[in-house]
T-cell receptor, first 116, second 111 residues
Framework: KAGVTQTPRYLIKTRGQQVTLSCSPI?????VSWYQQTPGQGLQFLFE???????NKGNFPGRFSGRQFSNSRSEMNVSTLELGDSALYLC???????????????FGPGTRLTVL | DAKTTQPNSMESNEEEPVHLPCNHS???????IHWYRQLPSQGPEYVIH???SNVNNRMASLAIAEDRKSSTLILHRATLRDAAVYYC????????????FGTGTRLQVTL
């Protein structure tokens, strides 16, 4: 099976702009989770979608949003970009979702976002 | 989420065993212990998980203390490819369950 794919891999934006990142999960996986990774804060959970519904959300402002389509593909959007939003954004898919404690998360390579 | 404590960094020689410790003194009876690792310039990847008994797979072994307040990830023969940041994560039950990453242990492997 193909792994988790994320597009684009690199992105440069300026403050105030908005950005949309895309994630295609492994075929058959219904859960998609998003994480932000920065040198200062490490890996932080953003949100999880399961069957097109947001099931869990991390402690991020409302500028960060997401959605999931019927084919399980997911997008996340960041509006009014700030310099501090520069990070590696990682997507992970799993068959059953975060609620199953034994479920393995399969991560994509990430999208490197730079905000100037 | 219960917290985990790991050393910031460890070093190993290639082809020697590596024992990566993790303390989780506030673990609850239903928390699973998961290990992930992140190779340079890649997303994290699953390594192993367990509940009470020791576990083995093709990548590593997981030794869990009898009181479950600590665990050790064992790489039997480290290779240069094993150089990564290793994260020990506790996963609890319920819909609030999510992967909460700590700072992890950066493993350096030298020839």
């Amino acid at each position: 099976k193909a792994g988790v794919t994320q597009t684009p891999r690199y992105l440069i934006k300026t403050r105030g702009q908005q950005v949309t990142l895309s994630c295609s999960p492994i075929s058959g996986h219904r859960s998609v989770s998003w994480y932000q990774q920065t040198p200062g804060q490490g890996l932080q959970f953003l949100f999880e979608y399961f069957s097109e519904t947001q099931r869990n959300k991390g402690n991020f402002p409302g500028r960060f949003s997401g959605r999931q389509f019927s084919n399980s593909r997911s997008e996340m959007n960041v509006s009014t970009l700030e310099l501090g939003d520069s990070a590696l954004y990682l997507c992970a898919s799993s068959p059953h979702g975060q609620a199953k404690r034994t479920d393995t998360q399969y991560f994509g390579p990430g999208t490197r976002l730079t905000v100037l | 989420d219960a917290k985990t404590t790991q050393p910031n960094s460890m070093e190993s020689n290639e082809e020697e065993p590596v024992h990566l410790p993790c303390n989780h003194s506030t673990i609850s009876g239903t928390d699973y212990i998961h290990w992930y690792r992140q190779l340079p310039s890649q997303g994290p990847e699953y390594v192993i998980h367990g509940l009470t008994s020791n576990v083995n797979n093709r990548m590593a072994s997981l030794a869990i203390a009898e009181d479950r307040k600590s665990s050790t990830l064992i790489l039997h023969r480290a290779t240069l490819r094993d150089a990564a940041v290793y994260y020990c994560i506790l996963r609890d039950a319920g819909t609030a369950s999510k992967l909460t990453f700590g700072t992890g242990t950066r493993l350096q492997v030298t020839l």
